[in-house]
């Protein structure tokens, strides 16, 4: 099941809610929503449901285990088999065929490659609750007592597919006690429509560009065309990945629940470790925070932890060389600015750290894009230009030209929203304006949702609507 559906939003959302709002109490408004998450996990995937029940069930024994015998070796003991069975469910389904392939590839053997189905959103949820281990092992929260509490910090629904990566700690205290305020609701439903406007509207829209460009060989295609392709690719990742985003983080608030923000306008960076403090947050800092500073060889190693945390990136998106690579090559541009420093890059020109830091980032997706190695070998040819003289290919070409007059309005529109454009308007109507500004700002950004809601749902009546991107890892 995907949000960007009728039958999520009119259907299963409508009765959810109803049923949620009708229970008095947050014991029955809880066992709502972990019956509600575990029909959402297995309406797409009904034979993994019983992964992520098992998933939960090890993990809230492991950490009353290693409460229970905290300070000690069989804490730590607890907490590393707890880890080890959480990464070797993520391994077997995710990494495994990817594994045997390169075994048999290093080594000319005929190992069967495994051919096991990934469940859904098993990236999120193990890495959550790897993140509740670690926690409860360094005494930062408590254990969950009681399994059913835990099973919906793990499985709940708005966040379980493609993150963010909520910590037990961001809402361990309203699993037991929160409330939905008429607020809570308003501004969940209209953070929810804004985010499905991002993926209905906008995403699919840049996707078709997309596999116009790039969705077949790209051997022929000229400079201009492969630079306009990726630039269009990378506005879709964002506007997809931050779409789904916001859906979850605006239901979550009509819930009670309150997640962290998992964007923060990532295309006003002036640097590459600034993209990655405002792209996909959750991911980043919960590498910093589970590894970076982790000992490695009994103390921590910062080149060494630096790249370590890189490589684990890209391959935490993929099983595939292709994540592999994305991971260090933006590890490579992060190592170089720690050489460099903080205080000498912000005397650079910002102008020009605005142009290097966008370059280093569409080619970066770019790498992210083509799994084909033999593609993304065709693509640096093309996106250097080495292709004009090695293969003969265009500069640019009339199907790109047709293709950017006929996209001009979509692509100005989706480079506006990706700037902090809107946050300033919002910030006026409710900071520097008085209360008639405010009413008119609450009015006019409720009319606005409405509209909007209006056009998704005419959209989504097509349904080859393409499901998240983010849903795959």
Known sequence: ??????????????????????????????????????????WGEPIWVGLLVLSAFINWKGALLIEKYKNTRMATLVAGLAIFIDLAFLIIFKYSGFIVENINGLFHSS?????????????????????????????TVPAQKKYPRFLLYLSLF??????????????????????????????????????????????????????????????????????????????????????????????????????NENFNYPFVCKTISEFWQRWHISLSSFFRDYLFYA?????????????LVWFCTGMWHGASWNFIFWGLYFGIFIFIETLIGKKKMKKWNKIWTHVYSKLIIVVGFGIFYFTDLSQLGRFFLNITGISMISNGNAFGDLITWNSLVNNLFLIIFAIAVSMPILQKVKFFFNEWGNNTVYAFGKVAGTLICCTLLIICSILMVDNTNNPFLYFRF
């Open 1 to 42: 099941m995907v949000f960007s559906s009728l039958f999520f939003v009119y259907f299963f959302l409508a009765i959810t809610l109803a049923a949620y709002f009708f229970c008095k109490t947050i014991k029955s408004k809880n066992i709502v929503l972990v019956v509600a998450s575990l029909v959402f996990y297995a």
């Open 111 to 139: 190992i069967p490659v495994p051919q096991i189905q990934m469940p859904i959103g098993i990236s999120f949820f193990t890495f959550q609750a790897i993140s509740y281990i670690l926690d409860v092992m360094w005494e």
């Open 158 to 259: 708005p966040q379980l597919i493609a993150g963010p990566i909520v910590r037990y700690s961001v809402i361990e205290k309203e699993i037991t006690h929160r409330k939905s305020s008429p607020v809570d609701i308003s501004e969940g439903a209209m953070r929810a429509i804004i985010g499905l406007s991002k993926k209905v509207i906008i995403a699919n829209n840049l996707w078709v560009i997309v596999e116009q460009f790039f969705g077949s060989d790209i051997t022929n295609l000229s400079f201009l065309g492969t630079w306009y392709g990726v630039i269009i690719y990378s506005l879709y990742v964002y506007f997809d990945f931050s779409g789904y985003s916001d859906i979850a983080i605006g239901l979550g608030r009509m819930f009670g629940f309150h997640f």
């Open 295 to 307: 000992p490695i060889f009994g103390r921590p190693r910062k080149y060494f932890n630096l790249f």
